[in-house]
């Protein structure tokens, strides 16, 4: 199947209500504006380079998407991050939050949205909030001080190597920490997004109340390092 094919599969097959993100680390701009042709809203970028590139590449059709930026955020790449995406999901510490919120004075953008990532599995080699929801809570008491961030969620990658199943008590426990977090009802905050479910697990994850995907392999093919 092409891609436009595979997205508009995928569409019908997931509640209206769930956000597709299409992961494209790796893949070249007439493979992503398929995807725009095809009705996709949001698109993921994981590298600064590529997101810089493809952002000059797509020109004005960049206007008919929301960019994410779901790959880690090294602090001296904040300023780019911020020229070319509207929204970052992976705040992983305070100190990223401070670092992001006084770079966006410099920038066009007012309130700027973002996603606490978590490492769930609290795997050695990923970013993110450890699994534990007083650290979670600190980060978004912070972001929640920051004038030009508002805090709209958690997004996780969860743990590699799993089946779709045995991930399952781990998106649990997001949606969990994502449901507390919404009951602190912190100011300047909208806890409306849970960010969680890749190719092989997005049908679980929505199960367990992800209601954001993001999805790489199963739109766009495996890809070419
Ligand atoms: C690559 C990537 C995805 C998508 O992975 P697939 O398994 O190809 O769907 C999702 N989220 C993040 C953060 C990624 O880096």
Known sequence: MSISENYIKIRQEIPSHVTIVAAVKTK??????ELIDAGIKDIGENYIQEL??????????????????IGH??????????????????IDSV????????KIENSSKIIFPVLISVNIAEETAKHGVAPDFEEIQKVAECIS??????LEG???????????????PYFKKMKQFNDK???????NTEIKTLSMGMSNSYKV?????????RLGTILLGPRNY
């Open 52 to 69: 810089e590139q493809v952002s000059g590449e797509l020109g004005t059709r960049k206007n008919e998407i929301t960019m994410h930026m």
């Open 28 to 33: 070249t701009t007439p493979e992503i504006l």
């Open 145 to 150: 001080q920051q004038k030009y961030l508002k």
């Open 73 to 90: 955020l090294q602090s001296n790449k904040i300023n780019k991050a911020l020229k070319y995406c509207d929204t970052i999901q992976t």
């Open 154 to 168: 958690l997004m996780t990658l969860g743990p590699f190597g799993h089946t779709p199943e045995q991930l399952r």
């Open 95 to 102: 100190k990223k939050a401070i670092a992001i919120n006084n």
């Open 181 to 187: 977090l919404r009951l602190l009802n912190l100011p």
């Open 205 to 213: 994850a929505i199960e367990e109340g992800s209601n954001m995907v």
